[in-house]
């Protein structure tokens, strides 16, 4: 009982245990593969059997471990090959079953595209075969309209013709009626602009007569004017000056001994009536005579009576003028 006890029962329960595992694979596959049946697999085990006549190994027991409980059997080489070979076999039934589950479902792939494709053909087939017979009929009934429309066209054609010659024929009626009508039309145009550019020339001369006229006794009144204009701005320059000779006359302190001297000097104003500038032109050939003029001028500066000119009046006479002393 002891030797039973040891191997035996090791033996039992890892076969037990074996069994149960492919029991489980064969349950999951199936669980997984509800459509799929597997064939039944053959499974070569090698059943070992323990001879229990066999004297048992002699274990030494000690004194001290005599209580204990007996040590673990060593494993048996056998049971560990027995083993190695069930899981290579379950590898290989899973394998096979994958395989199997693969080409099957290729398989039903495959139909299932080929029915659809030929499905697909067919369809198309019968898509063909209703768009020709569309065609035809569409290409019938195209014939028809055509006919129907180039009758029409002839007839609209021979109307459209008759009625273009009816109207070329009034057109001509008219085109003559018009022509007529424009050569009088012309003719009696012609006739009005002759007149009107006899009338106009004659305007014309009248009116180049009259301007030269007017404009004779424009430049005679102008002249006139000028003239006027003239001698008053000389009475007015004389005036002016004849004022400006008595101011500085007044100022000039003559030198004594100065009897018989003569000097000119240019005097430079501006517009308001100041000497910005006084220059002996002719000397008297005394400094003293010449140096009384001068200073004669520039006390009588400014000269406001120029204020009153226009601008022509005073660069005319007096911008730069000259004045001659003499005692």
């Known amino acids: 009982m002891e030797r039973f006890g040891g191997y035996s029962l090791s033996v039992l329960f890892a076969l037990v245990i074996h069994a149960l595992l492919v029991l489980g694979l064969f349950l999951n596959v199936d669980t997984d593969q509800h459509l799929i049946q597997p064939r039944d697999n053959i499974i070569n085990a090698t ?46 039934i899973a394998d096979e079953k994958q395989r199997k589950l693969v080409a099957e479902q290729k398989a039903k792939t495959a139909a299932a ?9 067919a369809k198309a087939k019968a898509l063909a075969d209703q768009q020709r017979a569309d065609q035809a009929k569409a290409k019938a009934e195209a014939e028809t309209r055509k006919a129907e429309a180039q009758a029409k066209a002839k007839q609209a054609a021979d109307a459209a013709a008759k ?20 050569r009088a039309k012309r003719l009696a145009d012609q006739e009005r602009k002759r007149l009107e550019d006899e009338a106009k ?9 009259d301007k030269a006229r007017a404009d004779e ?20 320059a004389r005036s002016i000056a004849s004022a400006i000779d008595q101011k500085v006359r007044r100022q000039w302190r003559v030198p004594p001994s100065s009897d018989g001297l003569e000097v000119q000097v240019r005097i430079s104003l501006t517009p308001t009536g100041d000497v910005v500038g006084v ?47 003499r005692p």
Do not use: C, H, W, Y
């Open 47 to 92: 059943v070992l059997t323990v001879d229990d006549s066999a004297p048992a190994p002699a274990v030494p027991v000690t004194p001290s471990e005599a209580p204990a409980q007996a040590a673990p059997p060593a494993p048996n080489p056998e049971t560990t090959r027995l083993k190695q070979q069930q899981n290579e076999d379950r590898a290989r």
């Open 113 to 121: 595209q080929k029915a659809k494709q030929q499905a697909e053909l």
């Open 163 to 182: 009625k273009r010659a009816d109207q070329a024929r009034a057109e001509a009626a008219k085109k003559a009626k018009q022509d007529a009508e424009a």
């Open 201 to 209: 020339a004659k305007a014309a001369a009248k009116a180049a007569a």
């Open 217 to 236: 006794l424009a430049r005679a009144a102008a002249a006139e004017d000028a003239a006027l204009a003239a001698i008053a701005s000389q009475r007015l």
């Open 279 to 325: 220059s002996v032109t002719d000397s008297s050939g005394s400094p003293a005579f010449d140096r009384s003029a001068r200073s004669a001028i520039e006390r009588a500066s400014p000269f406001d009576e120029v204020r009153t000119l226009s601008s022509k009046e005073f660069e005319s006479n007096f911008r730069r003028f000259a004045m001659i002393f």
